[in-house]
């Protein structure tokens, strides 16, 4: 879900080749971006979601790629499951309030 959310902002921003799109993207929904993105939400988050999030984050994986840390590996599975739940819940505009925090966040850092 968070992807999907990433490539559709990124489409939207400006007309660039499709290799460039796929970079910039791979840099956005990394495990260390996304544990970055789940910091910047998590105090924003409800009762039910951080326990969402926490149970996702202390899922066992099958294991964790070579260039990721553990913990950002485990955040940003995490993160992936509160989307997820979100989605699946129907609650498109909580999704929406909380990417829009994430992408307040990363654009207050770039400046």
């Not at 924003?44 to 994986?61: I, P, Q, W």
């Not at 940003?76 to 994430?102: D, H, M």
Request: hydrophobic content about 40%.
């Amino acid at each position: 879900m968070f992807d999907l959310l990433v490539r559709s902002e990124l489409v939207c921003e400006a007309n660039r080749p499709v290799n460039a799109l796929h970079k910039t993207a791979s840099t956005k929904v990394c495990a260390k971006a996304q544990a970055k993105a789940m910091n910047i939400i998590m105090p924003l988050l409800d009762e039910d979601e951080l326990a969402v999030f926490k149970r996702g984050r202390n899922a066992h994986t099958g294991g964790i790629p070579k260039n990721q840390s553990s913990a950002d590996y485990h955040y940003a599975t995490g993160l992936e499951c509160l989307f997820g739940w979100l989605y699946l819940k129907g609650r498109t505009e909580r999704i929406t309030e909380l990417y829009a925090a994430i992408s307040r966040a990363e654009a207050d850092i770039d400046e």
